[in-house]
């Protein structure tokens, strides 16, 4: 029992020495794993919060220093000129069939470009793009196209990029930039080019300190050499230079000259009209830039500059734009200079110019763009020559010329427009060119007849405009004719079958050049080609304006001109006789008009400027036509007989050539 006894403390004793146990200090090595957990913990949260906190860092260091393209587009599309596109989306602009011939194609070049490796064999250029689109290769393989030594490939990647209209921004940037001058002025001189391939001009030099514009053109014409000109032009040239604008405007006389557009000027003879010091320096830059030497000096000085800065300073005065149009015009006949006027910024002013809706100013444009095309053309049309169509390149073979000569105090766009049945206004003519036209010859008759080229003459009123007499200016119908027969050899007259339309005593300025064509061999082409000529009210046998009051004779017209016309003049009278017989011995088709109504000058004088028998060459019909002196050169509408008429005669005496 004892024993058993014994047994039973012992345990309890075992046991509760086993429990108590547990309370006693644990081995060495579990401590020593517990705190490399704990190491482990914070090491491990310390190396990834250094890791984030390091790559949070290299990303935004690297987007800091990252360019963002979208704003480097938006900085360069400022330099450049943008109009809207059509999609880029192949499939909106072809059809299926375009679609399986472009796979196909791709195909083609991957089996080629393929056996070109295996064969180590050359592989063709054309194949060569096998990993780039069709619109990325076009950009550079009509560069290269353009700068090959076939001129027919090179007029050809001109039309081919002047069709192209689906490109985007960066691929017209490319050409503009990388393209020569031939292919910039065939762009330019292309009807349906994208505005994208020319760029803006560049930056024009700061005035000088203390300097205006119009010191600076004042300097600029001081610099030119004042020798080989005529006497009017010193005049005018030293009246720009000392005279203010105020006195300037006082001089100017407001003169109506004998058959043509200076009627308004008339109106009120004690109104004088209106001049500044930049038109008159820019009016004798005019005759100045007729003088190559004096182009390369009005170069030389910054000229090209200074003009461009003043086209762009006076966009709401077509006048100064036209005479600074007719400085660069005169300029451009000299083909040395031609990569400088490039190089300055013009072109891409002319080419927006060409598309314009005014006439005049498309005009003028069209002249410099052809003084510039060497490419295309080998005339050269000089100060006063515009072609009215075409004005761009074509692929129209143009088979005969039809030539418009105006009257004194006429203009090469303005005696040629509609009748003004009523008063339009300018905004109104612009929206709806088929309801009235400025200059019939170009909206008209171009399209009637698309196979003729149609030049307008503007001839001696670069500097007076002749509502401000030159007291040096002398010009007589000989010395006109012989002038305007120079330009029109330059613009390659003669060389095909041509009618002349002359208005007033433009017709007499035509039968003086016929006749002295005839006496120079190197001009016998413009006899032979001759085909026919229009006569409207030409004063052939005088005019009544010589006979009314010599008083009122000199203060409307100069006397040089007053003296030609009067019915005893012996050089109108000897004139006449040597046309007429030389006109028969040609064989000259003559078609006359000659008005019926007085004209009326101002609100006082009502006169029968032109009368029938005056009118009368002796030889062709001649047809009255109600209307005064001034719109017998005016139809009234596309259909009327006027016009209808003129057609008429310019077909048939022309057929056989239009045929051919």
Known sequence: MSSILSTFHFSRAFSHQRRIGTLTPPPKSTTYWRDIRNVIKFTGSLILGGSLFLTYEVWALKKSLTLDTQVVEREKMKSYIYVHTVSLDDRENYGITYQARKELHKAVRKVLATSA?????????????VDVEDHECAVWLLLRKSQSGDRAARLQSVQEMSETHHWHDYQYRIIAQACDLRTLIGLARSKESDPRFFLPPPPLPSLKEDSSIEEELRQLLASLPQTELDECIQYFTSLALSESSQSLAAQKGGLWCFGGNGLPYAESFGEVPSATVEMFCLEALVKHSEISTHCDQIEANGGLQLLQRLYQLHKDCPKIQRNIMRIIGNMALNEHLHSTIVRSGWVSILAEAMKSPRIMEASHAARTLAN??????REKYHDGVYVLHPQYRTSQPIKADVLFIHGLMGAAFKTWRQQDSEQVLTEKILEDEARYTTCWPKTWLA????????ISVEYDTSLSDWRTRCPVERKSIAFRSNELLRKLRAAGVGERPVIWVSHS?????VKKMLLEASKKPEMSTIINNTRGIIFYSVPHHGSHLAEYSVNIRYLLFPSLEVKELSKDSPALKTLQDDFLEFAKDKNFQVLNFVETLPTYIGSMIKLHVVPVESADLGIGDLIPVDVDHLNICKPKKKDAFLYQRTLQFICETLAKDLEN
């Open 117 to 129: 490796k295996i064969l180590r064999g050359p592989f063709a250029d054309p194949f060569s793009t």
């Open 372 to 377: 510039l095309d060497r490419e295309t053309m």
């Open 447 to 454: 399209r009637d007849c698309p196979a003729l080229r149609i």
């Open 505 to 509: 005593m433009g017709g007499l300025l």
